[in-house]
């Protein structure tokens, strides 16, 4: 039997029971987060863009910040039958595609991605058990919901098994 595939595009989350296969392109300042509760086999996926929702009442594009969307990825995986208590994370991309030395650190968004995932998934006791971040190109993140593999693969980079 072959596994479904479905794509995340920026400020969208999918969740997907075992088997099935999870994929983000595009990651440059996103970061693809894949969440995963190895007892359940159940995964999900979100492609954020900004760490914070300056409008929180606004939950129809809740997916684009980490704020937002990973409590809302983690409260529809619950929904699947996912728990909470055992989920991991694996995180990639965050990256620094611009240079911007010298520039005010409030433009360097990958950055600010990093920090704002990491600090909520620890507040969520969530722990990152992989990941991929930072640096200056583009991922694309594919994750494998039968063991929780995750491959980022990048133009002229090795692969990458997390």
């Known amino acids: 039997m072959e596994d479904r595939v479905i794509r995340v595009r920026m400020a969208e989350f999918a969740i997907i ?3 099935g296969i999870l994929t983000t ?6 970061i693809g987060i894949a ?7 159940i995964g ?8 914070k929702n300056k409008r929180e009442k606004e939950r129809k594009k809740a997916a684009k910040y980490a704020d937002t969307g990973i409590p809302l990825l983690v409260e529809e995986m619950k929904r699947e039958g ?3 208590y055992n989920l991991i994370a694996k995180i990639a991309g965050g990256a ?4 911007t030395a ?7 968004v990958g950055k600010r991605n990093i920090a704002s995932v990491k600090r909520i998934l620890d507040t969520m006791r969530i722990k990152v058990q992989g990941e991929e971040v930072g640096k200056n190109y583009g991922r694309t993140m594919k994750f494998f919901t039968d063991d929780g593999k995750v491959l980022i693969t990048s133009y002229k980079h090795d692969d990458i098994i997390l």
């Open 17 to 19: 029971n075992s088997p």
């Open 25 to 30: 392109i595009g990651l440059g300042s996103c």
């Open 35 to 41: 969440l995963y509760d190895k007892i359940h086999k």
């Open 44 to 51: 999900g996926l979100i492609h954020i863009m900004l760490p």
């Open 82 to 84: 996912a728990s909470d």
């Open 96 to 99: 620094n595609m611009f240079n």
């Open 102 to 108: 010298g520039v005010d650190s409030h433009m360097k």
